[in-house]
């Protein structure tokens, strides 16, 4: 026997078939999804040929050591449980081509991930991390990527080296931007952005030949760049309403405050010098910074508040 699916077993059945089972070393197919599994059976280090092992949609809060000892293992499912961390030993697992880390509870992206080089399919999606380890662009073998449903607020350069991607899910995130190196990827047919707090996408990007870009057609706006977006915003009398740029309003207001504490000493400055007769550097810089610095911060916090109106 090659394979056995143990899938929606009890705890105990699946323990005694382990235990059991006769010439564990032809196993090549072992399914123990959806049985309420707390931890990995340590029998399972018996079958040391296995190269598909699914354990999805079980109560695991850790990867056991003991696992990465299954060193033939290709495809790995470890989606549906409650990992907050992947172990460095993972590593072990050279020739994995698919890893599903799918709906757990990770917070950053382990960083041991990247020198897994032979993944062609790895699976992200529905976990709490924010960014990305910049060392994902080892994973230079992989044409599928999904990134969905996590708190991603922007994804680094870096992924534009990974230039076997055909398939990206980055839908479901906080992102505000994207950068414009992702028009590396020739090779990408689907890029997914929809669900996000994106308000442009790079025309590099988008509008590449062979590309389906899934994106929120309600929400992005076709600009040629910043300069033209208040203009637009009048014109067209939208309002873009952004959750996420709370945070943005509490850095513009101390830009604001800042800005009235320098043209306070910007006046003091001149005053000074208007009294003493003697108009130096500081006095040239106090009327450069006076006239070019406001209309500057203003015109940001024109761009800022009103995508933020609602």
């Known amino acids: 026997m090659t394979e056995l699916n143990l899938s929606r077993c009890s705890r105990d059945r699946v323990?005694?078939?382990?235990?059991?089972?006769?010439?564990?070393?032809?196993?090549?197919t072992l399914n123990l999804s959806h049985?309420?599994?707390?931890e990995v059976p340590g029998s399972i280090t018996h079958f040391t040929n296995l190269t598909d092992l699914n354990l999805s949609n079980n109560e695991l809060t850790t990867i056991p050591k003991s696992l990465t000892n299954l060193t033939?293992?290709?495809?790995?499912?470890?989606?549906?449980?409650?990992?907050?961390?992947?172990?460095?030993?993972?590593?072990?697992l050279a020739k994995l081509t698919h890893l599903d880390l799918s709906r757990n509870e990770l917070i950053t992206v382990p960083k041991s991930l990247?020198?897994?080089?032979?993944?062609?399919?790895?699976?992200?999606?529905?976990?709490q991390f924010k960014k990305l380890p910049e060392s994902i662009?080892?994973?230079?073998?992989?044409?599928?990527?999904?990134?969905?449903?996590?708190?991603?607020?922007?994804?680094p350069k870096s992924l534009a080296n990974l230039t076997k991607l055909e398939k990206l899910d980055l839908s479901n995130n906080e992102l505000i931007t994207i950068?414009?190196?992702?028009?590396?990827?020739?090779?990408?047919?689907?890029?997914?952005?929809?669900?996000?707090?994106?308000?442009?996408?790079?025309?590099?990007?988008?509008?590449?030949?062979n590309r389906e870009v899934i994106y929120d057609q309600d929400k992005v706006i076709s600009v040629s760049s910043w300069i033209d977006l208040p203009r637009y915003l009048l014109q067209e009398r939208k309002k873009y309403v952004n959750k996420k740029w709370e945070h943005r309003k509490k850095y513009l207001n101390l830009g604001t405050l800042l800005l009235i504490i320098l043209g306070i000493v910007n006046i003091m400055i001149i005053l000074d010098n208007n009294n003493t007769n003697d108009a130096n550097d500081w006095t040239n810089f106090s009327l450069i910074s006076s006239?070019?610095?406001?209309?500057?911060?203003?015109?940001?916090?024109?761009?800022?508040?009103?995508?933020?109106?609602?």
């Open 15 to 28: 323990t005694e078939r382990l235990n059991t089972f006769e010439q564990p070393e032809n196993l090549k």
């Open 35 to 38: 049985t309420n599994l707390e």
């Open 72 to 92: 033939k293992l290709t495809d790995l499912n470890l989606s549906g449980n409650q990992l907050n961390d992947v172990p460095g030993s993972i590593t072990d």
């Open 114 to 127: 990247a020198n897994l080089t032979k993944l062609h399919k790895l699976d992200l999606s529905g976990n």
């Open 137 to 155: 662009e080892k994973l230079t073998k992989l044409t599928e990527l999904n990134l969905s449903n996590n708190e991603l607020i922007t994804v």
């Open 179 to 209: 950068p414009k190196s992702l028009a590396n990827l020739t090779k990408l047919t689907e890029l997914n952005l929809s669900n996000n707090e994106l308000i442009t996408i790079p025309k590099s990007v988008k509008n590449h030949q």
């Open 291 to 310: 006239a070019i610095i406001p209309p500057v911060w203003l015109w940001f916090e024109y761009c800022f508040l009103w995508l933020n109106a609602e």
